[in-house]
Structures are given as structure tokens and as C-alpha cells.
């Protein structure tokens, strides 16, 4: 094979991580480089520095260490059996590469992954010696996320949580049973058992609350931007009441900062046991506005379910306001009166909106008028409220709210 | 009416000096006229500033918006934020008032403001001029849309601290040279390189992260709009990308499957082995892949016993909690410090009994952010019981203590009522002792303090008769 230059290899190597639909740069410490004169710094929220046509945020240089891998998973353009190009980058290589980007401030940091080559030991290795030579040789202070390679040796993830802001590990597919028949190299027991691991470390590097009384020693560093996942949705059959439970599931065991959901997308030089489909954006869209519910506005997974049909969330409108259609005894709420936790549930209330309303109900009864200077849209929260002027009567039962509220067809297509 | 001048046209600290002075005075908003520098025909006819009277007070936040306020390109801005300085002396608290048409003013412009730095520091992009001894040299142009070019100033600093770089706007220069902030006039664009060579490399990683089966140029437009596009050299390359999404999404799907790769196939002649389950390891590594029933789905590992094989006592609890499901080891949770604490008081040492429970995965069911201990079911045990027979072979106890009915029926082989079973003997066929007690975990559920007092001396009167029973057959050639 003729040696590649840094753009071919870059080439093939942003390609192969593309599928990785993370990128963000936040959930970490504040830092910044005027005590270590180097580069780099962190803000907390992240940045997008750029964005494709795809629509999604670039905000970190994301690459594949290689695609050379030993696992063949179907899903993945990397798998074994693919033959899409190969290509490896050197440790030198991808430091470089992110240390020009950066400070020419084309992207937050770097995310690296890797396809697994000899064995997980080896791989993390790999990895975690890049993150070590931006740290310490070049004191780069912006934002690290690794990937953990699963079966890699305890010593090597602490390693790595040094370096790192974020650590992840796909699940990949939505039941283990998926993952066995997708990825026979890779089991949910031993993905979970890497998050366990994962989420020991964290815990170990949170100083309690005594030790910060008693002004001990910080423990060592690990990943302050936490944990997080992906899962890929519409390359198998399992509905979106299991994806959710599997989403809880993570959540709940291995405090997760995110589950990210990616739409199955066709891949070059596709496995012919995948369905090459269009990718089910929309669907993809629903299950982030479920996974919001869960996080944020105090719903439980069996209650977003009783808005969806055969367990599939409804694609004509979230999952919120289906929620809502079907537990109508509920509605209306007072906006004068309501408590937050449900003013929450109002379809067309998001928690800033709540937050203005309850600070704006303190200087005066709020009439429709007010709604419409702090929300985004009176006509979507009408049907669910009262206010000192507004009644909605019939409309909260009516059989046509879901016609008026769902949005105009034409609109779903996203291809 | 009294005249205030300003230094520039972000001067907030003389902003801040005189709203000081005026709202001290209890001076109307309508009898302050803002002006940016020295004034001309008019100035004889304006009232000097007051000296201040004493303090004012403003709620925390306010001094934020209204820095950020000041780079707005409003020219009403300064009389605009000394108006609502001069009602936040009388109604504190009117910033919470989202209602109020000059608070959604304020909170608006500052928005504006944020969205304008935020875009700013992303969409900056230096090109390389050279060396200066150790350090490199960079350059960029920009074009904020307000006048944010101070307030930036620290963001840059922080974040290329390193290396020497100039930032140049029609209306101001940040420059950082050897440790040195300043600030000059604006510039053009001329002064800044024409290229880079990163930049290839950098468009080229912009096209090959772009997916072209997920085109969605408006989601894109929304975070990047178009007046950016000009100063960001990768934005040339969107149109071309575009228009060949479609084909390249739709080869994707055509492209007709090809074989696997020679490579695979090598691979995937490696087999497993068939693990020796009277061999602790091999127990260990079968019980690591068992999906005899459908619990190993959502816990995070099978949780196999833990104690020397030796043991003359085994104790059988129902199945691993919280802890034990991440840690892997049985008993480390609150019922088995509970455990440890009853251990140490009759005189047990834990390393020296085999503990194990009944059901080998955790069973739990999510409420809000929290995984909730869920009994396991007579079918769970069932299936499991499969795993504890080949512990109760490798061990060879001669006493087995149940804690618990999970515990109880997995050792028996039928459902046991703790009630009636508690203090008995019972034998099973290989002449193994049982005795049942409560789980430790029924111990910490308890509310009242006397029941609780009660139950806990009866579990040590349990725990102290089994490891009586124990040494009594030590005699005994186990079976």
C-alpha cells in the first residue's frame, strides 16, 4: 500500500467517525492557559465552530486513530469484513493535526475513537498516549474526548479519565439482543460493565463533602465532563418504548451526561444484512425530545409512552403534546396558580418559559397579553391554559386539537 | 438638563461613573442627554454633573447586562440602561419582570450581545503570518456586528495564550504580543494573509465529516448564517457539497454488497471454548455470559460468589443490589455492611464463609434518575438455581444460611415461609445443614425503633446458632 499523506488519511479517517453523532465540548471545567502559557482553554458551554450541510455542529476535530478493526460489527463502516479504505494515523500525526486546528480556532479540541487493532490494551494505549502529549508536552488545555475501548485494563481507563474531559462507550443498538446478532464481538454486559467502571472513577474523583470540609487533598482528575453514549436508531427493529428503557436504564445505573441517538444511516460499502434506508430523522428528532422529557421536565418513561402507538412515538407531534392529547383530564392548567412541575407539562412550555412566567407572576396577574411577550408561541399553549382573560372552554377537548396543532405536512420531509 | 459625555462608544466605566452621580441625586432619566465625545454648540447650556451622595445599590446581574448592553449598536442604549437604573432605585426587583417592556429591552440587546461574542469566538479564523522567536504569529479578520471587540478581548486571551496573534475589524484591533494586551484602530482585510497552509487540511476534514444521506442545509444556515460565510474559508466548499449529496447518498444505497474481506473470515474462525464449571474461573467466565432468563438484559454484570472454597459456611442472600451490580462482588451495600456488623459481633469472620446469593443479576425498575430493587421472580430463581447448585459443588458447605424467602426456595427447591422455617434444621439430600433467617435488608426497612431492636437481636441469635452448628459437625466428614 503506498504511504498516504495527512489529507488522505484524513480523509478516510474523519469519514470513518462521522457515524459518531457526539460533539460536544461542554460539561467540563472552566480552564484556561494564562498560568501554563500554552494553549487552550475551556468554557463550560462548548462551542460550535462550524457546520455542515448536514446541519450538525463541529465543534471538535473528530477522527478515527485507525479503521483498521478486528470486530465486524454490520452496522459499521469499519467493521472487518467492509472494504472501504484503510488508514492509521501516528501519535505525531494527530497531535499535530489538532494542535494547527486549534490555533487557528477551527474547532473546540479533539474526539478520538478507534477502530481495535491487535487488542483492547494496545488501542487504548494508542489513545491515551496522544491525550498524555497534548496535556503535558504541549500543555493543551482545550477539550479531550476518548473513547473507551471496552476490555481495556483498569490502569489505562485512569489514564485516560486524567487526560480526558469526556469518556464514552457506544451500546451501539438498543437490546443486547441486537447487539449480539449485529455485533457478535461485542456483548451488553461487557459495554455496561465498561460504563460501571467508568462511573467507579467518577465517583472515586468527586471529593465528598467531608473532605472538602476538612480541606483534604482533591483526588485525582477524572473526566470532569462525565460519560455519555450512543445508540443507533432504525438499523434493527426495536421500537422506541425499549429504546427509552434501555436510555432510563443507562441514565439510572451509570449516570450518564447523554444519550445521544443516531438515525441509521447507509454507509459505503454496506453489510447486506442492513436495511438501506433513508435515515429516520424524524424519528431520531422524537426520541431526543423524550429523552428531555425524562431529564428535565419530570416525565417517566411510561408516561411518554401512553402518547405513542405500538410503541412508536408519534412523528406528527412531539412527544410532549401527545402525552398531552391523551391525558386531556389533566389540562387546564392556571397560569397564575400552576406549580413548575406542571407548568412543565403544558405542550408549547419550555422550562425557560416557565421560569418567566413565574418570576413575571409576582409583579401582577398574568393576562394573554403578558403570554405573549414571554413565550414563544400563545396560539401552541392556548388549548392548555387559563389566565385572567383566557378561557379555552371547549377547545381543550375538542376532537380537532390534534389537526390544528400538529404541523402541515409538507413539513416532515427532511430529505 | 445636564449633558453626559462619553469617552467612546463602549465606554462603560463612564457610563457607570456618572449613572453613579445621577441616580445619587435622584436626577430624572429626562434630564440627562448622552452624548459620545465633546459635544459643540449646546455645551455652555448644560448643567455641571452633581458630585455623588453616598452608595447605590443595584441587584447582582444588572452591572452584566448593562456591560454587555453598552456594545450594542442602539443609540439609545446609554439612556435607555440610566433609565432603568433610575427605577431599579425604587422596585428592586424589576428585572424579574419579564413583562415589562424595558426589561425584555434589556434582556434582548444582551442576548443579542451573547449571540454576537458567542459567533465570534467561533467563527474567528487565524492564518499564520510566521515566526518570532519561539513563538508563532497569527492573524485574523472579523466583523462583529456590535461593537463586542473589548469585551472579547479575555476570551482570546485565555485560550491562545501562547502564541502572539492580532484580531482586526473594521472598527478595532485586539492585539496580544508577549503577554501584552492592547488595543488600535479598526483595519481591513488586506492585512491579514491571504491563505494558510492548514486550511486545505482543514477543508478537507470539513467535507469528509459532512453526511451526505442527512442533508439539511436550513438546520445549518440557522446556527451559520450567510453573512459569516465570507470570512470562513471552508464555507466555498457548501454550495459543491450540496449539490452532490443526493447522488452520493443514493450510490450508497444502490452499491451492491461486496464480499467480506479475507481478513474476516481468518477472524471468525476463532472459537470459544467450553468453559469447566467445577473449576472457579471457568464458573466464573460461564456465569459472565448467562441469559438463562432475561435478566442479564439491563443489569450490568452477573454477580458470582465470593469467599474462600473451603468454607464450611455458605450464605445465601436473594440477589445482588445497586452496589453489587456495579462492583461485581456481593454483599458491598448498605445490607452488607449491615451483614459485616452482625458478623463482627458473633464473632464470624467474613473471609471465612462463601457468600453467594440466589438470582446472580440485579433485578430493578427505573423511577426517575433512580434503579429500584425489584424481588426476582419464582422463575429468576428458578433458572439461577442452576448457577448455585454448581457453587454449592465447588464448595461443598456443610451449613448453608438462607437469608430471606428468594434465598430460602433457591436452596430448598420449594417456596419456604420465613416465619415457620426460622429456627429449624432441615437437611437436604447430600446432608448439608439449612437454616433461614431474615434478609439483613428487611433489617434496614424496618421504621419502628423497638421492632427494629427486636429483629436485629434475632438475626444475631440466627447468625451465632449456625456458626454454633457449624463447629459442632466440624467432626463430621462432610458429604
Redesign the interface.
Known sequence: MAKRDTIEKLEILADAAKYDASCASSGSVKRNSRATGGIGSTTGSGICHSYAPDGRCISLLKILMTNFCIYDCRYCVNRVSSNVARARFSVDEVVKLTLDFYKRNYIEGLFLSSGIIRNSDYTMEQMVEIARRLRVEHRFGGYIHLKTIPEASPELIEAAGRYADRMSINIELPTDRSIEDYAPEKSGNRIRKAMADVKGHLEAARPSRQDVRRNRKRPPRFAPGGQSTQMIVGADDTDDGAILKTSTTLYSGYKLKRVYYSAFSPIPDASKDLPLIRPPLMREHRLYQADWLLRFYGFERSEIMEGARNGMLDLDVDPKLAWALQRREKFPVDINRADREMLLRVPGLGSRGVDRIIRARRHGALRLGDLGKIVQSVRKIQPFITCTDWQPRGLTDSLHLRAQLAPKPQQLSLF | MIRVSLGSEVDFAGWREAARALASNAIAPSDVNWQIGEGGLFDTLSDPLPPPRGEIRVPRGFVNLARNAVCHRDPQRFSRLYALLFRLQTKA?LL?????DEV?WLKKVDKEIRRDL?KM????????LGDRGSR?V?A?WFEPYHRIEQRTAQ?F???????DWAIVTPEARIVWEDGQLSFGPGGTRSEVPEE?V?????K?????????????????QA??PKKYWKN?P?AAL?PE??AG?ERR?KD??V?A?????A??KR??GRGDGIDDLTSRDGLIRAL??C?RCSL???????VAGDGPLEAAMMIVGEQPG?QE????RPFVGPAGQLLDQAFARVGIQRDAVYLTNAVKHFKFE??????IHKSPSVSEIEACRWWLDNERGLVRPRLILALGASAARAVMGHSVRIGTARGQEFVLDDKTLVHVTVHPSYLLRLQDRSQKIEEWKLFLSDLERAKQRVSEAAGRPVA
Open positions: 426587583d424579574a419582570n419579564d413583562v415589562d425584555r458567542h469566538h467561533a467563527f474567528v479564523r487565524f492564518r499564520k508563532e497569527f485574523a476570551f486571551v485565555d485560550r491562545f495564550t501562547g502564541m494558510d492548514i486550511e486545505e487540511q482543514w478537507s476534514y470539513f467535507q469528509a465529516i459532512f453526511n451526505p444521506a442527512r442533508l439539511m442545509p436550513k438546520a445549518m446556527e451559520m470562513l471552508e457548501i457539497m450540496i449529496a447518498a450508497m444505497q452499491a454488497p461486496t464480499a467480506p474481506t481478513l474476516s477472524i471468525a459472565s455470559t441469559d442479564h438484559c439491563h443489569a450490568t454484570q452477573a445497586d451490580d456495579l462492583d461485581g427505573v423511577r426517575g434518575k433512580r434503579r
